[in-house]
């Protein structure tokens, strides 16, 4: 089974993240998003989190 992880390319704790599913040897989708993409974010967990 393949997670989803969806990240923003300029986030550290993205980065962390996808460190670690490598390093488990994790098989993962990537689905970047957009810093100026507010939908995806908010209807998925509520609310955007990462600002950076």
Excluded at 18 to 47: A, S, Y
């Amino acid at each position: 089974m393949a997670f989803k992880l969806f990240i923003y390319e300029h986030c550290p704790f993205c980065v962390k993240a996808r460190m670690i599913f490598g390093l488990k040897n994790i098989d993962f989708e990537k689905i970047v998003l957009l810093n100026d993409n507010e939908t995806d974010p908010i209807r998925m967990i509520g609310k955007k989190c990462c600002r950076f």
